[in-house]
């Protein structure tokens, strides 16, 4: 059985309950907290002078910026 558009919108809109108050500051502040380490990771990544020390920050902050995406995109699906 294919689904159309509408249908589809409406199975996924039953099957994701709203986020609460406290789960949406549960959010907010990870979000906050990710942000802040991709920034403090990528800054530091770029004042080390050793190349091996700057890629590991550096694959730092990508790790913690595809942690705040996923956060982002988890929140976004729930509008």
Same mark, same amino acid.
């Given at each position: 059985?294919?689904?159309?558009?509408?249908?589809?919108?409406?199975?996924?809109?039953? @099957?994701?309950?709203?986020?609460?108050?406290?789960?949406?500051?549960?959010?907010?502040?990870?979000?906050?907290?990710?942000?802040?380490?991709?920034?403090?990771?990528?800054?530091? @990544?770029?004042?080390?002078?050793?190349?091996?020390?700057?890629?590991?920050?550096? @694959?730092?902050?990508?790790?913690?910026?595809?942690?705040?995406?996923?956060?982002?995109?988890?929140?976004?699906?729930?509008?």
């Amino acid at each position: 059985m294919l689904l159309n558009s509408t249908e589809r919108r409406m199975i996924m809109n039953t @099957s994701m309950p709203e986020l609460t108050t406290k789960n949406l500051t549960i959010l907010n502040d990870q979000l906050g907290a990710e942000a802040l380490l991709v920034h403090k990771f990528a800054q530091a @990544s770029q004042s080390v002078q050793d190349q091996a020390i700057k890629t590991q920050l550096s @694959s730092i902050s990508a790790q913690h910026r595809k942690h705040y995406d996923t956060l982002l995109n988890y929140l976004n699906s729930h509008q």
